[in-house]
Every structure is written in C-alpha cells, then in structure tokens.
C-alpha cells in the first residue's frame, strides 16, 4: 500500500483548500477504510475524518460543518474539502488506509507522509 498526499498550502482564516490522497493498492483485494490525520508541532495528532467501507463518514467535532471527506472508488483516491479555515487547522495533514475491520478511532496500518496546511490571520 502506498498513500500519496497532495493539495496542502498556505490561506489566509476563511479560506479554503482540498486535500487530495492516492492510494495504490496491490494486496491485499478488497475494500478498505480511509481517513485523514493531522499533527501541529507540539499537539497531538487528530483523526479528522474517516469514510468506512460502507462510504459512512464520521469527522472531528472541531471540523464539522467545515470539511467534507469524500472518496472517488474509481480513481483510489480520498479528498478532504476544507472550508472556512482558521488558524488552528494549521498541521501535517496526513491519509491512512486499513482494512477491515476499521474506521474511525480505529488504529491504521498504513500512512501517508502528509501535506501541510498553513492558515494565517
């Protein structure tokens, strides 16, 4: 498995960026769950969002009402729309995978080597 993240920057607060991870996966067949992390220096990492098999998605609290984590089966790939941006989303922003059982709080094999997000003021 391996993850590919791509979409981070640099926004201004109320600004907006999308997120997007490609995921090529080999073995083994089947569906999988996928998620996004973050980490800010000094804080401790947080499961955003996560799209379980059955494309059920369940965010952060913080982030509800903001993202939007989709998922394009066709292409592998997972996206995280991320709206109204404020200072506090800075992080690493990074995609997981597992398979199942998984989901969200779940522990993740596989991980991304993450984008970073920047929101000034």
């Known amino acids: 498995v391996q993850l590919a993240e791509s979409g981070g920057g640099s926004v201004q607060s109320g600004g907006s960026l999308r997120l997007s991870c490609v995921a090529s996966?080999?073995?083994?067949?089947?569906?999988?769950?996928m998620a996004w992390f973050r980490q800010a220096p000094g804080k401790e990492r947080e499961e955003v969002a996560a799209i379980n098999t059955d494309g059920n998605v369940v965010y952060l609290n913080s982030v509800k009402g903001r993202f939007t984590a989709s998922r394009d089966s066709a292409l592998n790939t997972l996206y995280l729309q991320m709206n109204s941006l404020k200072p506090e989303d800075t992080a690493m922003y990074h995609c997981?995978?597992?398979?199942?059982?998984?989901?969200?709080?779940?522990?993740?094999?596989?991980r991304g080597q993450g984008t970073q997000v920047t929101v000034s003021t």
């Open positions: 996966v080999t073995y083994p067949p089947g569906p999988y769950c």
């Open positions: 997981a995978l597992d398979f199942p059982p998984c989901g969200y709080g779940f522990s993740w094999e596989y």
